[in-house]
């Protein structure tokens, strides 16, 4: 059984080069997904660069009874879930976030926030390839910079997919925050923010592609 202590503190903090705090996320996923999608810059506001807090998150997500594989004739939307976890604050779903360090690279940063908040572990496709076969191209969901609701400060949000290995039940933030698995309606409408259902959207889409594609006869 795991069940370790979260990183506490800053001091370790990787920050970029106009001051702001780089945070690594992930997009968990129990199946593999489909082709590479550059995301692109969405909600800005009128700041300058220096202003800016670097933030990602991730998309936990598997497909439910019947779902699964790459059956092209299941709708993506209605069969898949997706992981959120509560704020401690109570202020509607999250995906899980957290910070990159300087001990640690962007992939094991994403790993450990994944197991602190989620309580997930599995493999984060943060390269080009994946390690699925048919090698598929993978990547980050987008980059999206948003103002946070809660300080007084501006975030730039960055989205990775993740393949779930395994769901512990035991992790170090079970007591602060609440997980659990909703379809993809139930967290678009539960989402604070709307650069989060747009990094929703696009995942179903990736999926929808990728099953499309590995479903087609070769030429």
């Not at 968990?28 to 660069?49: C, H, K, P, Q």
């Not at 989620?118 to 980050?140: D, M």
């Given at each position: 059984m795991v069940c370790m202590v979260s990183r506490q503190g800053r001091q370790l903090q990787r920050y970029s080069k106009t001051g702001s705090r780089i945070v690594v996320g992930?997009?968990?996923?129990?199946?593999?997904?489909?082709?590479?999608?550059?995301?692109?810059?969405?909600?800005?506001?009128?700041?300058?660069?220096a202003e800016w807090r670097s933030c990602c998150r991730c998309i936990p997500y598997k497909f439910n009874a019947g779902g699964g594989g790459n059956n092209r004739d299941v709708d993506v939307g209605t069969s898949m879930e997706v992981l959120v976890v509560s704020s401690p604050k109570g202020n509607g779903l999250l995906f899980p976030k957290g910070g990159w360090e300087t001990d640690e690279t962007i992939e094991q940063a994403a790993l450990r926030e994944a197991l602190e908040e989620?309580?997930?572990?599995?493999?984060?496709?943060?390269?080009?390839?994946?390690?699925?076969?048919?090698?598929?191209?993978?990547?980050?969901l987008g980059k999206?910079?948003?103002?946070?609701?809660?300080?007084?400060?501006y975030h730039e949000g960055i989205m990775f997919p993740m393949n779930v290995t395994q769901e512990l039940g035991c992790w170090p933030e079970m007591h602060l925050r609440e997980r659990k698995w909703v379809t993809v309606a139930e967290a678009k409408e539960g989402c604070q923010h709307p650069w989060m259902k747009e990094a929703l959207e696009r995942l179903v889409r990736r999926v929808s592609s990728s099953r499309r594609n590995s479903a087609a006869p070769a030429s």
């Open positions: 992930y997009v968990a996923t129990l199946v593999w997904f489909g082709r590479w999608v550059d995301g692109e810059m969405g909600g800005v506001v009128g700041v300058s660069d989620a309580g997930v572990q599995g493999n984060v496709e943060v390269g080009s390839q994946s390690f699925h076969l048919p090698p598929i191209r993978t990547g980050k999206w910079r948003y103002k946070s609701r809660t300080f007084d400060a």
